[in-house]
């Protein structure tokens, strides 16, 4: 992961930070916005996940609190953290094209495995191998 | 009476979806204070693919995303970086493919040299029908 500190994207709830994911646990990086409408799509996988136990953490691109919110409340909320990526700048270093993309990362904080578009079901068996090995 | 229409119907448009927030980042619609400096940035903003549109370079491209890759070009190069540094790190994270300036690589060389070996054999034919021998002119 490239070092980068993200302020909260919703009050009460941390922001992201690299050193965060280097906690020697495996995480799931999911970067996504409440304007992008596969994210809705991969929102139901997202929440199996995160009531499996994967920790999720969040970077919200380019977006506002309000539409943020609006968006969690609607599609459910899986996020332990999420960073606010206003100015892109943490996308681009993450080499994300789009939203959504989510990244495998190991208690070191190295990025494992990257997923481009959105989590379908058929995704659930692969993403939770790969964080099994980075858990290894 | 048909501006009337025109600015009701406007009323009754609403977007259905939350929209995508322009870059926040300093220099997406900024130029640098330095005219040599925005120069350089220029020049590689127009080398440099939207992820987005990808019909566009990023100098061209309205997407919020080309606005945060304008940005970091910007930064970059104020910070006294290389442009071609800067190439060098895009292309690391999303491939050849974010360059509109080729590189030659050992994947890509065929397509530099294609044209230079054609060229060569047209040379040759054409010297070869040009310079024909003087006994094959007198049959």
């Not at chain 1, 930070?17 to 970067?31: E, F, I, Q, R, T």
Request: some cysteine; proline content about 8%; charged content about 25%.
């Amino acid at each position: 992961m490239p070092e980068f500190d993200l302020p909260p994207a919703l009050p009460g709830r941390p922001g992201l930070d690299s050193k965060a994911l280097a906690n020697g646990k495996p995480h799931l990086v999911n970067v996504f916005a409440s304007w992008c409408v596969p994210c809705r799509v991969e929102a139901p996988q997202l929440g199996e996940l995160a009531k499996a136990g994967v920790p999720i953490e969040g970077i919200s691109v380019r977006d506002t609190t309000e539409n943020l919110h609006a968006f969690l409340e609607e599609n459910g909320d899986p996020f332990q953290r999420i960073g606010a990526d206003d100015d892109g700048k943490v996308q681009l270093a993450l080499g994300s094209s789009g939203v959504p993309e989510t990244y495998v990362v190991d208690g070191r904080g190295r990025i494992v495995y990257q997923h481009i578009g959105e989590i379908r079901p058929e995704h659930l068996g692969l993403l939770l191998e790969k964080l099994k090995e980075a858990g290894e | 009476m048909k501006q009337l229409l025109v600015l009701a119907s406007l009323l009754l448009t609403a977007p259905a979806f939350a929209q995508e927030e322009q870059s926040t980042a300093p220099y997406a619609y900024r130029q640098l204070g330095d005219p040599a400096q925005e120069t350089k940035a220029q020049d590689l903003m127009e080398s440099l693919r939207c992820l987005q549109c990808q019909g566009q370079s990023i100098a061209d491209s309205d997407a919020p995303i080309a606005g945060s890759m304008r940005s970091l070009v910007r930064e970059r190069i104020a910070k006294g970086e290389d442009p071609e540094a800067i190439r060098a790190w895009l292309i690391e994270r999303y491939g050849d493919y974010v360059s509109y300036a080729p590189q030659l690589t050992t994947l890509t060389w065929p397509l530099f040299a294609v044209p230079a070996v054609l060229m060569l054999i047209a040379f040759l034919l054409l010297r070869r029908r040009f310079t024909r021998k003087p006994s094959e002119d007198g049959q």
